[in-house]
């Protein structure tokens, strides 16, 4: 029987200084994308509750006009939180416990994966904790409050783990294993996912290239590129395995994110150029709560860590001494520290215009994501070049390193809490308030020719009124259409609306919605959703505002149903997921049957 391992007991225990802000009443309003998490759970909850078990569209954006934002956003870090609300909690404290767990796990992860290769639970340990007290991942949660991107950070070790598998010890299990790991971290964030991909790549490549060598040593046999290939498939049929498992997300995303506005993340402030770090931004232990600028004087921390990067100087000794084989592994991760902060400074600007780099960071020092994992599997070497215990032995220079570790980053393990944000409690209207004193949540589609500041269903809100329709009413010859809104038989909804109309003749209604694909119109049986048939959606070219059309047919007491429908990759993305998660677990229990059957027979 395993004994189980202190170190990773004493894990969780060092970890809770980093979460211990989170326990505090409020919450970290100010926080770059503070309101940003919150909302984006009240949003995705609207469409929950609205029948959506895979909300695409977030209803209340750009003051009402909604956008799209579940269709190209990774939503995983919003199941999480919704799967909270739903228990009882709060928008507030579901989003604080998330954070809270993402620390906690993404420590854990990385003690996994060091361990696995080290044989070293003393490494492990310090590997781990530098991962969760790397400043940037402080910054991550309490100065930007970025949930998705710190939801990702589980991932990366633990993919980093499946892909070791998958070249040292290939399997059909290890290829099951890996690819719902892939899966989700993209599923948790998509840009994060794009970054780390390339350094996959990179660590699978170094794998395969020093296995073969380290196998040539004894066999005396050079490799040739058919046994390279073939030592590569396993990996890469773990990473169409995630990329199939995730496709109902990947495909429309990827397909789709053509039709929405990205110019006004792109441009002006969001220009790559404007934030390149310094070099000794890497090493400056100044602390802030503000925003990255143009120049050297921002308002925030790009360190590395201070004693995170001695430690990696410290993986030095482990390199010359090559304890337990793990040299070429120090090597990479050595490298990969090297080449990443190269990437954050201003000098690889022109590495940045050659490889479009800015389509999947935006920020350059962005990359501290990367550098976080490097450096954190680096702090775990310096355990290996002493004399070690028993490797469950508790050890005081371990535990020495780790109170390091801690105390190092302990100062700024701080948020900036507050009771309640300006705008008033978690609401649509809140949310409306939020959008005009910041500027913020207001996405559009590549159909707007205007982003508005305002909006006919923020006039409502703002009055205390409720919203009944979207309808435009002064396109409507009242004359001519009569218009009944039904609000207690399913009439307006987060993903669209139903009401009942007579039109002498046929007309067309403007709804205040966004164009985006997927809006379809339906005449329905009465009181009931069963659809009689389908009407012409479209937009018209000269609508500034880009909004959808709906072509109604002149009757009596006809039925109207508008609503937010799949679109053929989403189609296709439901149905390759499906079929992956199928594949996968019909990979995985393979061998059970015949496994029961020769127990069976040995009873």
Same mark, same amino acid.
């Given at each position: 029987?395993?004994?189980?391992?202190?170190?990773?007991?004493?894990?969780?225990?060092?970890?809770?200084?980093?979460?211990?802000?989170?326990?505090?009443?409020?919450?970290?309003?100010?926080?770059?994308?503070?309101?940003?998490?919150?909302?984006?759970?009240?949003?995705?909850?609207?469409?929950?509750?609205?029948?959506?078990?895979?909300?695409?569209? @977030?209803?209340?954006?750009?003051?009402?006009?909604?956008?799209?934002?579940?269709?190209?956003?990774?939503?995983?870090?919003?199941?999480?939180?919704? @799967?909270?609300?739903?228990?009882?909690?709060?928008?507030?404290?579901?989003?604080?416990?998330?954070?809270?767990?993402?620390?906690?796990?993404?420590?854990?992860?990385?003690?996994?994966?060091?361990?696995?290769?080290?044989?070293?639970?003393?490494?492990?340990?310090?590997?781990?904790?530098?991962?969760?007290?790397?400043?940037?991942?402080?910054?991550?949660?309490?100065?930007?409050?970025?949930?998705?991107?710190?939801?990702?950070?589980?991932?990366?070790?633990?993919?980093?783990?499946?892909?070791?598998?998958?070249?040292?010890?290939?399997?059909?299990?290890?290829?099951?294993?890996?690819?719902?790991?892939?899966?989700?971290?993209?599923?948790?964030?998509?840009?994060?996912?794009?970054?780390?991909?390339?350094?996959?790549?990179?660590?699978?490549?170094?794998?395969?290239?020093?296995?073969?060598?380290?196998?040539?040593?004894?066999?005396?046999?050079?490799?040739?590129?058919?046994?390279?290939?073939?030592?590569?498939?396993?990996?890469?049929?773990?990473?169409?395995?995630?990329?199939?498992?995730?496709?109902?997300?990947?495909?429309?995303?990827?397909?789709?994110?053509?039709?929405?506005?990205?110019?006004?993340?792109?441009?002006?402030?969001?220009?790559?150029?404007?934030?390149?770090?310094?070099?000794?931004?890497?090493?400056?232990?100044?602390?802030?709560?503000?925003?990255?600028?143009?120049?050297?004087?921002?308002?925030?921390?790009?360190?590395?860590?201070?004693?995170?990067?001695?430690?990696?100087?410290?993986?030095?000794?482990?390199?010359?001494?090559?304890?337990?084989?793990?040299?070429?592994?120090?090597?990479?991760?050595?490298?990969?520290?090297?080449?990443?902060?190269?990437?954050?400074?201003?000098?690889?600007?022109?590495?940045?215009?050659?490889?479009?780099?800015?389509?999947?960071?935006?920020?350059?020092?962005?990359?501290?994501?990367?550098?976080?994992?490097?450096?954190?599997?680096?702090?775990?070497?310096?355990?290996?070049?002493?004399?070690?215990?028993?490797?469950?032995?508790?050890?005081?220079?371990?535990?020495?390193?780790?109170?390091?570790?801690?105390?190092?980053?302990?100062?700024?393990?701080?948020?900036?809490?507050?009771?309640?944000?300006?705008?008033?409690?978690?609401?649509?209207?809140?949310?409306?308030?939020?959008?005009?004193?910041?500027?913020?949540?207001?996405?559009?589609?590549?159909?707007?020719?205007?982003?508005?500041?305002?909006?006919?269903?923020?006039?409502?809100?703002?009055?205390?009124?409720?919203?009944?329709?979207?309808?435009?009413?002064?396109?409507?010859?009242?004359?001519?259409?009569?218009?009944?809104?039904?609000?207690?038989?399913?009439?307006?909804? @987060?993903?669209?609306?139903?009401?009942?109309?007579?039109?002498?003749?046929?007309?067309?209604?403007?709804?205040?919605?966004?164009?985006?694909?997927?809006?379809?119109?339906?005449?329905?049986?009465?009181?009931?959703?069963?659809?009689?048939?389908?009407?012409?959606?479209?937009?018209?070219?000269?609508?500034?505002?880009?909004?959808?059309?709906?072509?109604?047919?002149?009757?009596?007491?006809?039925?109207?149903?508008?609503?937010?429908?799949?679109?053929?990759?989403?189609?296709?993305?439901?149905?390759?997921?499906?079929?992956?998660?199928?594949?996968?677990?019909?990979?995985?229990?393979?061998?059970?049957?015949?496994?029961?059957?020769?127990?069976?027979?040995?009873?």
């Amino acid at each position: 029987m395993k004994r189980f391992d202190p170190y990773l007991i004493l894990l969780l225990v060092f970890s809770i200084f980093a979460i211990s802000p989170l326990f505090a009443p409020g919450y970290f309003w100010g926080a770059h994308d503070g309101r940003h998490s919150v909302y984006f759970l009240f949003e995705f909850d609207r469409s929950i509750q609205d029948g959506i078990l895979y909300p695409r569209w @977030a209803p209340d954006y750009t003051f009402g006009y909604g956008y799209p934002m579940f269709n190209i956003y990774a939503p995983g870090s919003l199941y999480a939180s919704e @799967a909270l609300h739903l228990l009882g909690f709060d928008f507030v404290t579901a989003t604080k416990i998330v954070f809270a767990l993402a620390i906690l796990l993404s420590g854990l992860a990385m003690f996994g994966f060091v361990k696995r290769w080290t044989e070293s639970s003393q490494a492990a340990f310090l590997s781990g904790l530098a991962y969760v007290y790397m400043p940037y991942h402080i910054a991550d949660v309490y100065v930007r409050a970025a949930l998705a991107e710190s939801v990702a950070l589980i991932f990366l070790p633990l993919t980093l783990w499946g892909f070791y598998e998958t070249v040292m010890r290939p399997s059909r299990r290890t290829v099951v294993v890996t690819a719902p790991l892939y899966a989700a971290m993209m599923f948790s964030h998509n840009g994060v996912t794009l970054l780390f991909t390339i350094v996959l790549g990179a660590w699978v490549l170094f794998l395969i290239l020093a296995e073969f060598l380290r196998r040539a040593r004894f066999t005396f046999r050079v490799a040739t590129f058919a046994q390279l290939v073939r030592m590569g498939l396993p990996a890469l049929a773990a990473l169409a395995l995630g990329l199939g498992i995730v496709a109902i997300f990947f495909i429309p995303a990827v397909l789709e994110y053509q039709y929405v506005r990205t110019d006004q993340w792109l441009g002006n402030y969001y220009d790559y150029t404007n934030h390149f770090t310094y070099l000794f931004q890497l090493f400056d232990p100044t602390w802030g709560f503000g925003i990255s600028k143009a120049g050297p004087q921002d308002d925030m921390s790009f360190q590395l860590g201070v004693v995170p990067v001695l430690l990696a100087i410290f993986a030095l000794v482990a390199v010359i001494q090559n304890p337990r084989d793990t040299r070429r592994y120090w090597l990479f991760f050595l490298a990969l520290t090297g080449i990443v902060a190269f990437l954050m400074l201003g000098a690889s600007a022109a590495v940045w215009r050659i490889v479009p780099l800015v389509t999947f960071a935006q920020f350059p020092w962005r990359l501290l994501t990367l550098t976080m994992v490097s450096l954190a599997v680096l702090a775990g070497a310096i355990a290996l070049t002493q004399d070690q215990p028993a490797t469950h032995a508790l050890s005081l220079p371990t535990l020495l390193l780790g109170a390091l570790i801690v105390f190092g980053s302990f100062p700024y393990v701080r948020a900036q809490m507050i009771g309640e944000p300006q705008e008033g409690p978690v609401s649509v209207l809140g949310l409306f308030r939020f959008q005009q004193s910041a500027g913020e949540m207001t996405g559009s589609t590549a159909w707007v020719k205007e982003i508005p500041d305002w909006s006919p269903m923020a006039d409502i809100y703002f009055a205390n009124k409720k919203l009944k329709s979207r309808i435009d009413y002064t396109h409507i010859d009242e004359a001519n259409v009569w218009i009944g809104v039904l609000p207690n038989f399913a009439g307006l909804r @987060a993903n669209g609306e139903r009401i009942v109309y007579h039109a002498q003749a046929d007309t067309t209604l403007t709804f205040n919605l966004f164009y985006y694909p997927g809006w379809r119109a339906y005449l329905t049986k009465p009181q009931t959703t069963e659809i009689i048939r389908a009407l012409p959606v479209d937009v018209d070219p000269d609508d500034p505002l880009g909004r959808i059309r709906v072509h109604i047919p002149a009757g009596q007491e006809q039925w109207l149903m508008v609503r937010f429908d799949d679109t053929p990759p989403r189609v296709i993305g439901g149905w390759v997921s499906a079929t992956s998660l199928l594949l996968a677990l019909g990979l995985l229990l393979w061998d059970v049957p015949r496994r029961f059957g020769r127990t069976k027979n040995a009873g």
